[in-house]
Each structure stands twice: as C-alpha cells, then as structure tokens.
C-alpha cells in the first residue's frame, strides 16, 4: 500500500509563473489537507478537501492560491504568479472516511521561486 | 492556537531512553494529546495519542499526568534515527481536521 505521493519533490519556477503540486492520497482516504512550511518554521496549515469539496480554507492566502481534489485523480494545489515568499515546502496529508484523525504525510514538495 | 509548551532542544544519548515533556495547561475534557515527529527534510509523522490513559505502542510510550496538564513521550531506546522535531499538539476529536503544529523540540541523539 503505497503511501502519500507528492510530486514533484523538488520544483523551480521563477516568479511570475505557476506551480502546480499535485498529492495522490493514501488508496481509500477520501479526506486530504495540505500544510505549508516556511525555512525554519513548523508546519502552518492551509487548505482541508474532500472529493469534489473545499471543507476548510481558512489557512489559505487570500489570492494567488486555490486547491482541488476532483473526483478522480489527485489533488492539486495550484500557485499564480508565484514570489519568492512563496518558496516553502508543501506537505500533503490524507486520512480516511472515518477520520480516525491519524493523517499520513507525504514527502512533501519543495519549491523554490528564482 | 498554541496549546502546548515545549522546549526548544534537547539531547539523548543512543540507547537511552528520551523523556520528551510538554505542557497542555488549557487543555480541555475532550481534547487528546497528539505527538508527531519531522525527521530532516520529510513529511511529519504520527506517533501515538492518548486522552487521559498511558498509551504505549511499538514506537513510543505516552504519560499523561492525572491532571492532562502535561505529559512526556517516551521514546525507550533512542537510536540515531530517532533524531527529529518532535511536535506535541493538542486536538479535539470532534473539533478543527487541522493540526497546529508549533515549534516542537528538537531532539538530538547522540552517538
């Protein structure tokens, strides 16, 4: 049982551009939530999904960010016109229907804005 | 959203066992006690949790002081991979999904 993919592990763009982070959840979690991490700061939380719904946001920026986790396929989080702050990593987590409240992590991914 | 207090690092010579204390004074009835741990450069992972019982499990123990204002997670026999930021966060079951992850402490594991 494959656990949490995060790809790509290592992303470059230059400011200005989009990233895209897609997460595969666990084989049957229906629940994923994705984390930010600053350099030397612990994990903040952004964003709560279910399939085909947005359940909490409430540590997402205002602009420039949205996520989705469509019916089929992975999630993604997607970042316009990315800045240098947003240089970070990005963990993805996932839990099952019956949220036993035990995530598992992915390996994250980490992007850096040049 | 800080709930616990941890300190900041700590050391552990390999083999021994590693005491990590926390602080959870506001912690209220239906709260649990969650431990994560980051090794450098990967996704956090879940240790053990536990309401008001000890909780013991193949990675770690769990002491809650009768009071739930604070409890130490017991790795039994530090090893070199154990070296980590170990995060205590206190969480409802029935409240927010998120957990709030805060500076932890950083545990060194000494040869």
């Known amino acids: 049982n494959a656990g949490v993919m995060q790809n790509p592990r290592h992303l470059v763009r230059r400011r200005g551009q989009e990233a895209r982070l897609r997460c595969s959840p666990m084989k049957g979690h229906s629940h994923v939530y994705w984390y930010r991490q600053l350099p030397e700061e612990g994990l903040k939380f952004m964003v709560y999904l279910q399939k085909e719904n947005i359940i909490d946001e409430s540590g997402m920026p205002k602009e420039r960010f949205s996520a989705e986790f469509p019916k089929e396929g992975p999630s993604i989080l997607r970042i316009q016109q990315v800045v240098r702050g947003d240089s970070a990593a990005y963990f993805c987590?996932?839990?099952?229907?019956?949220?036993?409240?035990?995530?598992?992590f992915g390996s994250g991914t980490r992007l850096t804005v040049v | 959203d800080a709930k616990t207090t941890q300190p900041t690092s700590m050391d552990c010579a390999e083999g021994r066992a590693a005491n990590l204390p926390c602080n959870h004074s506001t912690i209220s009835g239906n709260e649990y006690v969650y431990w994560y741990r980051q090794i450098h450069s990967q996704g956090p992972q879940y240790i053990i949790h536990g309401l008001k019982n000890n909780e013991t499990n193949e990675m770690a123990s769990l002491i809650i002081t009768e009071d739930r204002k604070s409890s130490t997670l017991i790795l039994p026999h530090a090893t070199l991979r154990d070296t980590a930021v170990y995060y205590c966060?206190?969480?409802?079951?029935?409240?927010?999904?998120?957990?709030?992850f805060g500076t932890g402490t950083r545990l060194t594991v000494i040869p």
């Open positions: 966060i206190v969480r409802s079951k029935t409240g927010a999904n998120n957990l709030f």
């Open positions: 987590a996932s839990s099952p229907p019956v949220n036993d409240q035990k995530e598992t």
